[in-house]
């Protein structure tokens, strides 16, 4: 039996699973958590699939600054059509087509904001990564291909020299970059921010690029791991206005941070209301929401 009927098989019966799943949810709602987890896999399975080929493709046409651009798309459409899941991004002012270069940052809340990726990512832009895993088969050679910016953290004493070298090359290519300050994921069932981490915001001084702040409401009714969460449905995203960094120095990152995260937060408890069409509690911190600097991880994408 070949290769190519052995596949077939397999993504049959794959298949055959999660529509087994997805009716029997019908009855036992959990099962819903496992049929589009089963979906989602397959699909991030399949688009990476497509990404590298695609990447090699406009390496060679000399396009690959879009190759992550093409992958998210793809990785949107088919989430939207096999769990019913998609991010519904209001960009009025079409700043995600007209910025660049630009740091662009979001929160961070579960895996599906890879989704949430794929249904924004701007086009000549990439996310960051740490240096040492360019050397990584396969994912190391996607990112290489596609254009990621790397960042030498292992070298670097803080925030502040790990972006050095990515700043440089975000100007020297207009490449815009995606970042997630928090640096983790919040899995939170309610709205709000983890602390940020500088290393976004050091990076965009230091490029002399703006800051375009992208937050996405709660969606813990459509993804909570922790119980067993996983419906269908529209999720709202909002770009806000671009923060000039133009004049600014190291010394202006930590207000820089504090005042973009207090916005952000707002506009998280505003979206997060909206969708769900009732009040939400606003969350209470007596600290100012920023991590000091420290000599490791000093930003995560």
């Known amino acids: 039996m070949s290769f190519t009927s052995y596949l077939s098989y397999f993504l049959a019966g794959y298949t055959g699973l999660i529509v087994v799943f997805y009716m029997l949810s019908a009855v036992v709602p959990k099962a819903a958590f496992v049929a589009r987890a089963l979906a989602a896999y397959i699909c991030l399975i399949i688009c990476a699939i497509y990404g590298a080929s695609a990447s090699i493709v406009l390496r060679i046409l000399g396009r690959e600054q879009i190759a992550q651009w093409t992958t998210a798309r793809a990785f949107k459409y ?110 939170s069932k309610e709205p709000g921010l983890l602390p940020f981490k500088k290393g976004a915001f050091h990076l965009a001084v230091q490029a002399g690029v703006p800051i375009v702040p992208v937050v996405a409401a709660n969606y813990s009714h459509i993804l909570h791991i922790k119980s067993l969460v996983f419906n269908g449905g529209r999720i709202p995203v909002k770009v806000l206005d671009p923060i000039p960094t133009t004049g600014l120095t190291a010394e202006d990152v930590d207000e820089l941070t504090r005042s973009t995260r207090e916005l952000m937060l707002q506009e998280i408890m505003s979206l997060t209301q909206k969708a769900r069409n009732q009040p939400v509690a606003v969350p209470v911190s007596s600290e100012n929401g920023v991590i000091k600097s420290s000599g490791r991880d000093t930003s995560r994408s």
């Open 78 to 187: 088919v989430m939207a059509l096999t769990t019913g899941i998609t991010f519904v991004v209001e960009d009025p002012n079409k700043y995600l087509e007209t910025v660049r270069p630009a740091v662009f940052i979001g929160n961070h809340q579960t895996e599906l904001d890879v989704l949430m990726l794929g249904c924004m990512f701007p086009k000549y832009c990439s996310v960051t990564a740490k240096k040492n895993l360019k050397n990584i088969p396969f994912l190391g050679w996607f990112m290489s291909l596609s254009g990621t910016v790397f960042i030498d953290r292992k070298s670097s004493k803080n925030a502040r020299d790990a972006m050095s070298g990515a700043a440089e090359e975000i100007q020297r290519r207009r490449q815009s970059v995606y970042m997630f300050p928090e640096g983790t994921r919040s899995y």
